[in-house]
């Protein structure tokens, strides 16, 4: 078996959930107050950490804490704080920026992975991060030839981190990319007053513009190019050459994503890993892997800087191109684990029999079935609508509250 990590995001406890399920050996995560997804995120506190860690290391899985934003003087100690309740919880470690949390945390005795908003691009800056890290995440810039030297050089000069093993280099393989040096960015800062550095980005870059000639006044709408707004990486294809290039763990972005994105994700890209190990990797394959890749959310998919192609053959994405969305159905009134049947009510959309549907759950993730045998009043039927109870069976526990939602085809034009 190859000796490479796919490690998952994880923003709520559904998406966790659903990241373990679905084949990760890995996740990684962040907390109120240094997490760089802080508006998208289901806000994990510092109270969640020990429980994160029980329910990963109980599926054998490996967690890290993301605490990779900007630490000004007055949140020092709460910086401290979080790390020393990290190495209390048994969070297996911490990704970092700011250098104060590189030192706390190495002093700490956690295990440091340098995330990638540091740039490292050159085996030189490997050699000077490796006197404080175990792991380091390249510069999202860099081409698969340039990661490949920097492994094959870890290796001949054998640089080591402070617990004694050859440093190791994760790369991100999928999800959002940014019109900044590897994230690092001022714009939203500038603009809004909402700093990207500190998880709180606003994302200008992906909105259109006007360009204004001063010395006329006229005005030029850049209609349809987008041109800060960056392609989603997507590298399911080449996935054979990033393994055979040296990196240790495999990245998926995406803690701002819904739990059924990290489903998705995750179970395409171990199949990959999967196929790769045992010969059957394949272009049909591939093919089918992109397809349900595109079914949830995208802005379209490039291999980015890999193939050292120029930043405009893969810029101009507005919004998402996900060929599927959730639409919000209703909620779970009563589970009857005897029989396997929920009792939802509907309270938005209508429901019919033969939907493909989804249940987020906080213990199993996502829960994902074609609605059958569907009854109202013990009385079967195909149809319902607003403030009706329905039960038909499920292939997995649930529990009262949790949502329902029916799975969409979109059109687009």
Known sequence: MMNVELLAPAGSYEALRAAIKAGCNAVYFGVVGFNMRAN???AFTIEDLREIAKICHEANVKCYLALNTLVYDNSVDEMKAVIDAAKESGVDAVIVFDLSVVQYAKDSGLEVHISTQHSISNIEAVKLFSTWADRLVLARELTLEQITYITEQIKAQDIRGPKGKLVEIEVFIHGAMCVA???????????YNTSANCGSCSQPCRRAFTVTDKATGKQLDVDNEYVMSTEDLCTIGMLDEIIDSGVISLKIEGRGRAPEYVDEVVKCYREAITSIENGSYSKDLIMEWNKRLGTVFNRGMSEGFYRGLAYKYWSGAESSKATQSREFVGVVRNYYEEVSVVECEIQAMELNE?????????????IRFTVEQMRNEEVPTIHAVQKEFITFKVPEAVKRGEKLYKIIPVKRK
């Open 40 to 42: 998208a995120s289901a």
């Open 181 to 191: 040096v590897s994230g690092r960015c001022g714009m939203s800062l500038y603009m």
């Open 354 to 366: 033969g939907d493909e549907c989804i249940i987020l759950s906080k213990e199993n993730g996502v």
